[in-house]
């Protein structure tokens, strides 16, 4: 389907998979971005997750002062051209989607 055995897929895309549900009662979530020197796979509280990508988008999401932070120690960020490497392809949110359903439909997990 991707031409790999990985990719990343945005978790509100896997939200027809049992057990990946969107929390509606709480009331504020914490976010910590973690960021390397490359985009990585990271185990949170037992999840693969993934390290701060810096892509321009991204980057629209990290406060002024934590930018000037992140653009001092990776100048290289700051060039328009510049385009980080993922540590996985990225799914669209579509074909996401389509790979949650596919994994329902054969009762296969997201994660072996």
């Known amino acids: 389907m991707f031409g790999t055995n990985e990719v990343l897929v945005a978790a ?6 049992d057990g990946i549900d969107t929390a509606y009662d709480l009331d504020e979530v914490e976010y ?4 390397f020197d490359r985009h990585e796979v990271v185990i949170s509280n037992g ?28 100048p290289e ?8 490497v993922p540590a996985r392809t990225f ?5 996401g ?5 596919r ?7 997201l994660v072996s």
Do not use: W
């Open 91 to 95: 799914a669209s949110g579509r074909m």
């Open 12 to 17: 509100k895309q896997l939200c027809q998979v």
């Open 47 to 74: 999840a693969e997750t993934e390290s701060l990508y810096t892509g321009p988008q991204a980057l629209k999401s990290v406060g002024e002062a934590a930018l000037e932070e992140i653009f001092t120690i990776f």
């Open 97 to 101: 989607r389509k790979l949650a359903m």
């Open 103 to 109: 994994h329902k439909k054969n009762a296969k997990p």
């Open 32 to 35: 910590f971005h973690i960021l």
């Open 77 to 84: 960020l700051k060039d328009h051209d510049y385009t980080p």
